[in-house]
Protein backbone atom coordinates (compact mmCIF):
# COMPACT_ATOMS: atom_id res chain seq x y z
CA UNK A 1 0.00 0.00 0.00
CA UNK A 2 1.34 3.37 -0.66
CA UNK A 3 0.04 6.18 0.52
CA UNK A 4 0.53 9.86 -0.84
CA UNK A 5 -0.31 13.06 1.68
CA UNK A 6 -0.67 16.61 -0.29
CA UNK A 7 -2.80 20.14 0.97
CA UNK A 8 -0.57 21.17 4.02
CA UNK A 9 0.38 24.99 4.13
CA UNK A 10 -0.03 28.25 6.03
CA UNK A 11 -2.67 29.17 7.73
CA UNK A 12 -3.79 31.86 10.45
CA UNK A 13 -6.09 30.89 13.46
CA UNK A 14 -9.14 30.29 12.77
CA UNK A 15 -8.64 28.94 8.88
CA UNK A 16 -9.19 25.63 7.50
CA UNK A 17 -7.43 23.44 5.52
CA UNK A 18 -8.24 20.55 3.61
CA UNK A 19 -5.54 17.84 3.71
CA UNK A 20 -5.48 14.72 1.46
CA UNK A 21 -4.05 11.25 1.07
CA UNK A 22 -3.97 9.23 -1.96
CA UNK A 23 -3.85 5.46 -1.97
CA UNK A 24 -2.75 2.66 -3.95
CA UNK A 25 -2.00 -0.35 -4.26
CA UNK A 26 -3.11 -3.85 -2.48
CA UNK A 27 -6.70 -3.04 -0.48
CA UNK A 28 -8.11 -4.43 2.15
CA UNK A 29 -12.17 -4.57 2.82
CA UNK A 30 -11.25 -4.03 6.32
CA UNK A 31 -8.77 -1.13 5.93
CA UNK A 32 -8.54 1.61 8.66
CA UNK A 33 -7.15 4.64 7.38
CA UNK A 34 -5.58 7.46 9.73
CA UNK A 35 -4.00 11.12 10.00
CA UNK A 36 -1.16 11.63 12.76
CA UNK A 37 0.55 14.20 13.14
CA UNK A 38 4.10 15.27 15.03
CA UNK A 39 4.56 19.08 16.46
CA UNK A 40 8.14 20.10 16.87
CA UNK A 41 9.46 18.40 19.58
CA UNK A 42 6.81 16.35 20.65
CA UNK A 43 5.90 12.70 19.38
CA UNK A 44 3.26 11.73 16.65
CA UNK A 45 -0.32 11.84 17.95
CA UNK A 46 -3.30 10.01 16.74
CA UNK A 47 -5.88 12.71 15.37
CA UNK A 48 -8.28 10.61 13.37
CA UNK A 49 -9.23 7.30 11.52
CA UNK A 50 -11.90 6.22 9.39
CA UNK A 51 -12.96 2.48 8.59
CA UNK A 52 -12.36 2.12 4.76
CA UNK A 53 -15.76 -0.40 4.60
CA UNK A 54 -18.22 1.45 6.57
CA UNK A 55 -16.62 4.88 7.27
CA UNK A 56 -16.95 4.87 10.79
CA UNK A 57 -14.53 7.56 12.80
CA UNK A 58 -12.89 8.10 15.73
CA UNK A 59 -11.15 11.13 17.06
CA UNK A 60 -8.82 12.79 19.59
CA UNK A 61 -10.35 14.81 21.68
CA UNK A 62 -8.41 17.59 20.76
CA UNK A 63 -9.67 17.81 17.39
CA UNK A 64 -13.38 16.77 17.60
CA UNK A 65 -15.96 19.14 16.43
CA UNK A 66 -12.92 20.96 14.45
CA UNK A 67 -11.63 18.08 12.05
CA UNK A 68 -13.65 16.02 10.15
CA UNK A 69 -12.15 12.67 8.19
CA UNK A 70 -13.75 11.18 5.47
CA UNK A 71 -13.42 8.79 2.13
CA UNK A 72 -14.01 8.39 -0.91
CA UNK A 73 -14.31 5.11 -2.75
CA UNK A 74 -14.21 6.14 -6.47
CA UNK A 75 -11.11 8.08 -5.54
CA UNK A 76 -9.17 5.68 -3.05
CA UNK A 77 -8.47 9.19 -1.10
CA UNK A 78 -9.01 9.89 2.55
CA UNK A 79 -9.46 13.32 3.33
CA UNK A 80 -9.00 15.63 6.54
CA UNK A 81 -11.06 18.79 6.94
CA UNK A 82 -9.66 21.27 9.08
CA UNK A 83 -11.48 24.07 10.55
CA UNK A 84 -11.47 26.72 13.17
CA UNK A 85 -7.45 25.91 13.13
CA UNK A 86 -5.48 26.52 16.19
CA UNK A 87 -1.50 27.32 16.54
CA UNK A 88 -1.30 24.12 18.61
CA UNK A 89 -2.49 22.43 15.31
CA UNK A 90 0.86 23.09 13.87
CA UNK A 91 2.77 19.77 12.75
CA UNK A 92 3.30 17.37 10.55
CA UNK A 93 0.46 15.51 9.39
CA UNK A 94 1.03 11.79 8.35
CA UNK A 95 -1.76 9.37 6.78
CA UNK A 96 -1.04 5.47 7.59
CA UNK A 97 -3.21 2.62 7.00
CA UNK A 98 -3.74 -0.74 8.94
CA UNK A 99 -5.51 -3.58 7.64
CA UNK A 100 -8.25 -4.08 10.15
CA UNK A 101 -9.29 -2.44 13.38
CA UNK A 102 -7.18 -4.65 15.69
CA UNK A 103 -4.33 -4.32 13.71
CA UNK A 104 -1.27 -1.74 14.09
CA UNK A 105 -0.69 0.98 11.58
CA UNK A 106 1.89 -0.29 9.59
CA UNK A 107 1.57 1.69 5.93
CA UNK A 108 2.73 5.51 6.27
CA UNK A 109 2.75 8.12 3.78
CA UNK A 110 5.35 11.29 3.90
CA UNK A 111 4.01 13.96 6.12
CA UNK A 112 3.13 17.38 5.22
CA UNK A 113 3.75 20.29 6.84
CA UNK A 114 0.51 22.43 8.51
CA UNK A 115 1.07 25.94 9.87
CA UNK A 116 -0.98 28.29 11.96
CA UNK A 117 -0.05 31.53 12.98
CA UNK A 118 -1.66 33.36 15.79
Known amino acids: VQLQASGGGLAQAGDSLRLSCAASGRTFTNAVLGWFRQAPGKEREFVAD????????NYADSVKGRFTISRDKAKNTVDLQMNTLKPEDTAIYYC????????????WGQGTEVTVSS
Open 50 to 57: ITWNLGTT
Open 96 to 107: AARRSLSGRYIW
